[in-house]
């Protein structure tokens, strides 16, 4: 015990991240409240910047730092606050009902979680990176959201369930290659923000056409 | 620099567009006074370039427009300079009688006229670019160019609606031909791996499968625009639609364009033809003819009539191409460059005889307003140029001798009875039975002309006021002029035809007629040999003459003289009208009859007892029914199963997004080794 090697509690503190992600991805799938749903979103954002941080740290890659603050600033700070504002603007804290009903949800949702793992085992083997057991979780986030998206009925956790899509993307991104370009993870970054903005407008038009954000109402516009 | 004709040829067309552009800035009465004769000019000179062309090998040149890397080819070899000869000659003609034929709308409609003659000169230039285009890139942006300025055309009165739906049918169908030029020339090049110019596609050869199914998506394409069956739909309803210089055009010259094409794609393009390509196209070509032919004796409008009668023609010509390629194919040279010389005579005849009806037909329709033939009639005695101009034109569709319809649709008839024996011994059986089918259509064809001629131009006037009606003024006498003079031409020296056209037989099939057709002196045509069969127009039209000449002396000579002027017998019942003369309808009654199972036919009669009695008989296209409703039926029933997919739900769209992604993972997950 000459030397205590950082590596190993690192690489522990990764799948703890890992993991963690994939459990806020469950709850976000049962969570009913639109604000609590905000909330683990932040929370997220937060565990995908550490393990962002934590892989930059391990792997001595600077460009990753960046990643991680960008993810904290937007992910965690500017995304969650805007969301806030808009549903005290819209006055939307609760979500009524899902689509299906959520045990049935979850038990897709593991079913999902088998599937990506089986997905993630052979493409991990090719991966050189040390982050590459994260893949079958990052694949598996990323079809929770997908899942989440399809079950809600309202407009706002559908919009959350495509920033979360996004996170779990991310986190994929990272753990097969080390990141994207640094410009193209500004590019995501920007859209992702613009994107809120042009939701947050849809938002107001939605319920102005339709006094309500339930996107039943949307099955109108289609024509006999 | 010596002026080769391929560079008057490019000449020409910038020409052509540069009077088009010009239209759009030039008042519409100084445009109709100056352009249209200059556009006529042109052409002349276009035909001139032809002619010249004719005589000598293929030349070459590359333009520098058109995409990077792929810039505009140009060639004109004899099978163009053959073409672009029949689009001046006609198109001079045409042109001219346009001066005319649009003062009416120059005066009243300035703006629409502008837009007319810019889609005029337009139209005419993508026809001059078709024929010498060497790349299919600029084939098809010629071809298309082509097709939108005769969509145009054929809307200029969009106002009404059956125009806009005619319009509609045309440009669909239009296409749909587009689309299967564009596989045809796609499969063409696959596997050169160089770019589209013809030069690399003649030199590539594809497998039987694959040259096959070439030739069926250009017989589709070239079909769709020539009015093959069952591809024929969109004719009689677009060039009646059409104004009548327009419709002139389009019959006379736009059909041929398809012919041209064909002719490029399989002689030029495809290497070797299979014997059943050369059986389909006679098959089709008489089928087409046939039925073209039944439909012109049945109908009643006359633009539509001489449309359904162009349907009959290019069947008639599709059929000898059909031969050309069937004895092409077998090696029979000789009698492969029969058919094909009589095919392409028999598109120059067409362009004239046909272009000069539609120019007859626009004059009545603009002196009269009245395109019903039931309304018409004894306009000989207030239309008389109209009425002789047009009697050539009927009398050489009907393919009477002297005139010109009579000698390509005997040529062609010799190249059925010749019929070398060819390898398959049941086309030997067949192949007569397309001579009856010829012959059959000829006397049909006839019988149209002379229902058309007689309830137009002859009897009493079924409720028009005669002395309102005017004839054509001098722009439109010299246009039909020109095409009656060319009908009467042509008719008159079929050998020097055919030795104008030798070049073009030897650089398809490698034979020529003219030694010897002209074997026997510049007086007499001799397809084959003597002993089987020449014809002299010249004599026979001297017998005529003399004979029509003598009988008249002598009737003057030994009549006596004794002059009685009473009314004709009028069987016994005094109080005729001139309703009770034989209508249009009742003239193609035992046509109708006769080949009942040909037509749609809907039928009202009135029963006795009726105080207001009337009568409504429609014939209709069965292949309407045949061919296009279980189309539509069947696509309307697709699209309702896609309609089930379109549920208006996000989630639902999501969803499909899902398992496609699903799928799609697992599917590389299965593929992996």
Same mark, same amino acid.
């Given at each position: 015990?000459? +030397?205590? !090697?950082?590596?190993? =509690?690192?690489?522990?503190?990764?799948?703890?991240?890992?993991?963690?992600?994939?459990?806020?991805?469950?709850?976000?799938?049962?969570?009913?409240?639109?604000?609590?749903?905000? +909330?683990?979103?932040?929370?997220?954002?937060?565990?995908?910047?550490?393990?962002?941080?934590?892989?930059?740290?391990?792997?001595?890659?600077?460009?990753?730092?960046?990643?991680?603050?960008?993810?904290?600033?937007?992910?965690?700070?500017?995304?969650?606050?805007?969301? +806030?504002?808009?549903?005290?603007?819209?006055?939307?804290?609760?979500?009524?009902?899902?689509?299906?009903?959520?045990?049935?949800?979850?038990?897709?949702?593991?079913?999902?979680?088998?599937?990506?793992? !089986?997905?993630?085992?052979?493409?991990?083997?090719?991966?050189?990176?040390?982050?590459? !057991?994260?893949?079958?979780?990052?694949?598996?986030?990323?079809?929770?959201?997908?899942?989440?998206?399809?079950?809600?009925?309202?407009?706002?956790?559908?919009?959350?369930?495509?920033?979360?899509?996004?996170?779990?993307?991310?986190?994929?991104?990272?753990?097969?290659?080390?990141?994207?370009?640094?410009?193209?993870?500004?590019?995501?970054?920007?859209?992702?923000?613009?994107?809120? =903005?042009? =939701?947050?407008? =849809?938002?107001?038009?939605?319920?102005?056409?339709?006094?309500?954000?339930?996107?039943? +109402?949307?099955?109108?516009?289609?024509?006999? | 620099?010596?002026?080769?004709?391929?560079?008057?040829?490019?000449?020409?067309?910038?020409?052509?567009?540069?009077?088009?552009?010009?239209?759009?800035?030039?008042?519409?009465?100084?445009?109709?006074?100056?352009?249209?004769?200059?556009?006529?000019?042109?052409?002349?000179?276009?035909?001139?370039?032809?002619?010249?062309?004719?005589?000598?090998?293929?030349?070459?040149?590359?333009?520098?427009?058109?995409?990077?890397?792929?810039?505009?080819?140009?060639?004109?070899?004899?099978?163009?300079?053959?073409?672009?000869?029949?689009?001046?000659?006609a198109?001079?003609?045409i042109?001219?009688?346009?001066?005319?034929?649009?003062?009416?709308?120059?005066?009243?409609?300035?703006?629409?006229?502008?837009?007319?003659?810019?889609?005029y000169?337009?139209f005419?230039?993508?026809m001059?670019?078709?024929?010498?285009?060497?790349?299919?890139?600029?084939?098809?942006?010629?071809?298309?160019?082509m097709a939108?300025s005769s969509y145009?055309l054929v809307?200029?009165?969009?106002?009404?609606?059956?125009?806009?739906?005619?319009?509609?049918?045309y440009?669909?169908?239009a296409?749909?031909?587009?689309?299967?030029?564009?596989?045809?020339?796609?499969?063409?090049?696959?596997?050169?791996?160089?770019?589209?110019?013809?030069?690399?596609?003649?030199?590539?050869?594809?497998?039987?499968?694959?040259?096959?199914?070439?030739?069926?998506?250009?017989?589709?394409?070239?079909?769709?625009k020539a009015g093959?069956?069952?591809?024929?739909?969109w004719l009689?309803?677009a060039h009646p639609a059409a104004p009548s210089p327009v419709s002139a055009l389009m019959s006379g010259i736009m059909l041929k364009m398809a012919?041209?094409? @064909?002719?490029?794609?399989?002689?030029?393009?495809?290497?070797?033809?299979?014997?059943?390509?050369?059986?389909?196209?006679?098959?089709?070509?008489?089928?087409?003819?046939?039925?073209?032919?039944?439909?012109?004796?049945?109908?009643?409008?006359?633009k539509?009539?001489l449309a359904?009668?162009s349907?009959?023609?290019?069947?008639?010509?599709?059929?000898?191409?059909?031969?050309?390629? @069937?004895?092409?194919?077998?090696?029979?040279?000789?009698?492969?460059?029969?058919?094909?010389?009589?095919?392409?005579?028999?598109?120059?005849?067409?362009a004239?005889?046909k272009g000069?009806?539609f120019?007859?037909?626009?004059?009545?329709?603009?002196?009269?307003?009245?395109?019903?033939?039931?309304?018409?009639?004894?306009?000989?005695?207030?239309?008389? %140029?109209?009425?002789?101009?047009?009697?050539?034109?009927?009398?050489?569709?009907?393919?009477?001798?002297?005139?010109?319809?009579?000698?390509?649709?005997?040529?062609?008839?010799?190249?059925?009875?010749?019929?070398?024996?060819?390898?398959?011994?049941?086309?030997?059986?067949?192949?007569?039975?397309?001579?009856?089918?010829?012959?059959?259509?000829?006397?049909?064809?006839?019988?149209?002309?002379?229902?058309?001629?007689?309830?137009?131009?002859?009897?009493?006037?079924?409720?028009?006021?005669?002395?309102?009606?005017?004839?054509?003024?001098?722009?439109?006498?010299?246009?039909?002029? %020109?095409?009656?003079?060319?009908?009467?031409?042509?008719?008159?020296?079929?050998?020097?035809?055919?030795?104008?056209?030798?070049?073009?037989?030897?650089?398809?099939?490698?034979?020529?007629?003219?030694? $010897?057709?002209?074997?026997?002196?510049?007086?007499?045509?001799?397809?084959?040999?003597?002993?089987?069969?020449?014809?002299?127009?010249?004599?026979?039209?001297?017998?005529?003459?003399?004979?029509?000449?003598?009988?008249?002396?002598?009737?003057?000579?030994?009549?006596?003289?004794?002059?009685?002027?009473?009314?004709?017998?009028?069987?016994?019942?005094?109080?005729?009208?001139?309703?009770?003369?034989?209508?249009?309808?009742?003239?193609?009654?035992?046509?109708?009859?006769?080949?009942?199972?040909?037509?749609?036919?809907?039928?009202?009669?009135? $029963?006795?007892?009726?105080?207001?009695?009337?009568?409504?008989?429609?014939?209709?296209?069965?292949? %309407?029914?045949?061919?296009?409703?279980?189309?539509?039926?069947?696509?309307?029933?697709?699209?309702?199963?896609?309609?089930?997919?379109?549920?208006?739900?996000? $989630?639902?769209?999501?969803?499909?997004?899902?398992?496609?992604?699903?799928?799609?993972?697992?599917?590389?997950?299965?593929?992996?080794?």
């Amino acid at each position: 015990m000459s +030397h205590w !090697n950082p590596a190993p =509690f690192a690489q522990q503190l990764l799948d703890l991240f890992a993991s963690l992600l994939l459990l806020i991805a469950f709850a976000m799938l049962s969570q009913r409240r639109i604000l609590t749903l905000i +909330h683990l979103f932040a929370w997220q954002g937060l565990i995908l910047t550490l393990s962002i941080a934590d892989s930059a740290w391990l792997t001595h890659q600077p460009h990753l730092y960046y990643s991680a603050a960008l993810t904290l600033i937007i992910k965690v700070l500017i995304l969650p606050l805007l969301l +806030h504002r808009l549903i005290r603007r819209l006055d939307v804290v609760w979500d009524v009902e899902t689509l299906i009903n959520i045990p049935t949800t979850m038990l897709v949702g593991i079913g999902l979680v088998v599937f990506s793992f !089986n997905l993630a085992l052979p493409i991990s083997h090719f991966s050189s990176t040390i982050l590459r !057991n994260t893949l079958g979780i990052a694949l598996a986030s990323v079809l929770l959201s997908f899942m989440m998206m399809i079950t809600r009925r309202k407009a706002v956790p559908q919009v959350i369930g495509f920033l979360a899509l996004e996170n779990g993307l991310f986190l994929a991104a990272t753990s097969a290659t080390y990141g994207m370009p640094m410009v193209v993870e500004l590019g995501v970054a920007l859209d992702v923000l613009v994107g809120m =903005f042009i =939701f947050g407008i =849809f938002f107001f038009q939605i319920r102005e056409t339709f006094d309500s954000l339930d996107i039943r +109402h949307m099955e109108k516009l289609k024509e006999e | 620099m010596p002026l080769l004709p391929l560079d008057l040829v490019g000449l020409i067309l910038t020409g052509w567009s540069g009077l088009g552009l010009l239209g759009l800035v030039l008042p519409a009465r100084l445009g109709r006074c100056l352009l249209f004769p200059l556009i006529a000019g042109l052409s002349a000179l276009m035909a001139g370039a032809g002619l010249w062309a004719l005589q000598g090998g293929a030349q070459t040149l590359v333009l520098p427009i058109g995409l990077p890397g792929m810039p505009f080819h140009l060639r004109l070899d004899v099978l163009s300079a053959f073409f672009l000869t029949l689009l001046g000659l006609a198109g001079s003609g045409i042109s001219a009688y346009a001066t005319g034929y649009f003062r009416h709308m120059a005066e009243t409609q300035p703006g629409d006229f502008q837009r007319l003659i810019l889609l005029y000169a337009l139209f005419l230039a993508s026809m001059g670019m078709v024929l010498v285009a060497d790349d299919a890139y600029f084939f098809m942006v010629a071809w298309e160019s082509m097709a939108l300025s005769s969509y145009f055309l054929v809307t200029t009165d969009h106002e009404i609606p059956a125009i806009r739906e005619a319009g509609f049918l045309y440009l669909l169908m239009a296409h749909l031909g587009a689309i299967a030029l564009l596989l045809c020339f796609g499969l063409l090049q696959s596997g050169t791996g160089g770019d589209y110019a013809f030069a690399t596609l003649r030199h590539h050869s594809l497998t039987s499968f694959w040259s096959s199914t070439a030739f069926i998506l250009a017989l589709i394409g070239f079909g769709a625009k020539a009015g093959l069956l069952p591809l024929h739909t969109w004719l009689p309803e677009a060039h009646p639609a059409a104004p009548s210089p327009v419709s002139a055009l389009m019959s006379g010259i736009m059909l041929k364009m398809a012919l041209y094409g @064909l002719l490029r794609v399989l002689f030029d393009l495809l290497g070797q033809p299979l014997w059943w390509w050369g059986a389909l196209l006679v098959g089709l070509g008489s089928l087409t003819a046939l039925f073209g032919v039944l439909f012109a004796a049945v109908q009643s409008d006359i633009k539509r009539l001489l449309a359904w009668s162009s349907v009959e023609n290019m069947g008639l010509i599709l059929s000898g191409l059909g031969l050309t390629l @069937l004895f092409h194919g077998a090696g029979q040279e000789t009698v492969a460059a029969l058919a094909l010389a009589a095919v392409l005579y028999h598109a120059l005849n067409h362009a004239f005889f046909k272009g000069l009806l539609f120019l007859g037909a626009g004059s009545v329709l603009h002196a009269t307003a009245e395109r019903n033939m039931a309304k018409l009639g004894g306009l000989i005695r207030v239309m008389p %140029w109209v009425a002789g101009l047009s009697l050539v034109g009927a009398l050489s569709l009907a393919g009477l001798p002297p005139f010109n319809g009579f000698v390509s649709e005997w040529l062609l008839l010799q190249a059925y009875l010749l019929r070398p024996d060819l390898p398959q011994p049941w086309l030997n059986m067949v192949l007569p039975l397309g001579a009856a089918v010829l012959a059959l259509v000829g006397a049909l064809a006839g019988f149209a002309m002379v229902k058309f001629y007689g309830i137009v131009f002859l009897g009493q006037a079924r409720g028009l006021v005669l002395s309102e009606v005017q004839d054509i003024g001098v722009w439109e006498r010299f246009g039909m002029g %020109w095409m009656a003079l060319g009908c009467v031409l042509l008719g008159l020296f079929p050998s020097s035809v055919i030795l104008q056209l030798d070049t073009v037989t030897h650089a398809l099939v490698g034979q020529g007629l003219g030694a $010897s057709a002209a074997r026997h002196g510049w007086l007499w045509v001799t397809p084959v040999s003597a002993n089987r069969a020449s014809y002299s127009p010249l004599i026979l039209f001297a017998v005529i003459g003399v004979s029509v000449g003598l009988t008249f002396l002598g009737v003057r000579r030994f009549f006596h003289g004794r002059w009685r002027r009473a009314p004709a017998w009028d069987c016994g019942y005094p109080f005729q009208t001139a309703r009770m003369q034989d209508s249009a309808d009742g003239f193609g009654q035992p046509i109708k009859q006769i080949f009942e199972s040909f037509f749609g036919l809907s039928r009202e009669i009135p $029963s006795p007892f009726d105080s207001h009695p009337h009568y409504h008989s429609e014939v209709r296209d069965p292949l %309407w029914a045949l061919c296009y409703l279980p189309l539509v039926r069947g696509v309307a029933r697709l699209v309702k199963w896609v309609g089930v997919l379109q549920q208006g739900r996000i $989630s639902t769209y999501l969803l499909f997004s899902f398992t496609t992604l699903m799928a799609l993972l697992a599917l590389v997950t299965g593929s992996r080794p």
